[in-house]
């Protein structure tokens, strides 16, 4: 079994999209916004200096103040880097993303040398309210792959935001990082052994893609229109 950021975050979200999606494998929405996303990350995967006169979000991006910032470490870095993790001999190591060992893999958006960076669009969050867990996992990748660095520093940029949210991870924290990713994958591992039907509601349940399979999304639903005024309808 396989783990990345996005199917331990999915579980942390809500354990039965969990079980739909990655047990159940029932038929995904597409919504636009997603190809959005991704029609954006091909963009600045394909950038080139000739591209900043051009009328779009990436030159836009770059024509701020933070774009100007990154503009460099962007331009010279690695693109789309394709990372693992495996055990070996009871100590996590890097390793390529189709080793068939890898109990983990991700994929950065941009890497240079100690830098991380990760294109963001659609809703911008604070600082305080930032999610930092695709970013450090990435990061214990980095400083296992390279012992030379102390300090790994990583950013989401909100590319149609022109924003950043961004911090410097010291080695002394590796390990932490490591317990954490351990952690998750021995969670998922025994709910994949006995998965339950425990849901959490929230806001997101609007745009989950799994909605249109989702039992509980359809009784909210069905409240809902039962608590609409009749002399309304």
Known sequence: MVFSVSKIQ???QCKYKYRL???EK?????????????????????FTVSDTGADNVVSRFFNS?????????????????RIGLKIVNGQIVPCEFKDSEAFFHGIIDVLNDNTILDYKTGRKKSFKDQDWMQLMYYAAWLFLKHPEYNEVNI????????????????RTYVNEILKKILKNVIEITKY???PNEEH???????YCSCRGSCKF????????????????I
């Open 10 to 12: 999915c579980f942390k």
């Open 21 to 23: 999606q990655y047990i």
């Open 26 to 46: 029932v038929e995904q929405e597409h919504f636009e916004f997603f190809k959005k996303g991704s029609n954006v990350h091909k963009m600045f995967e394909t």
């Open 65 to 81: 103040e933070v774009g100007k910032k990154y503009f460099k470490t962007i331009v010279n870095a690695e693109k789309e880097v």
């Open 155 to 170: 950013s989401y940029l909100y590319v149609e935001h022109n924003c950043e949210n961004a911090v410097t991870v010291k």
């Open 192 to 194: 994949e052994g006995n």
């Open 200 to 206: 959490k509601c929230s806001w997101s349940c609007d």
């Open 217 to 232: 999304y359809k009784e909210l639903q069905e409240s809902k229109l039962e608590n609409i005024p009749f002399e309304t």
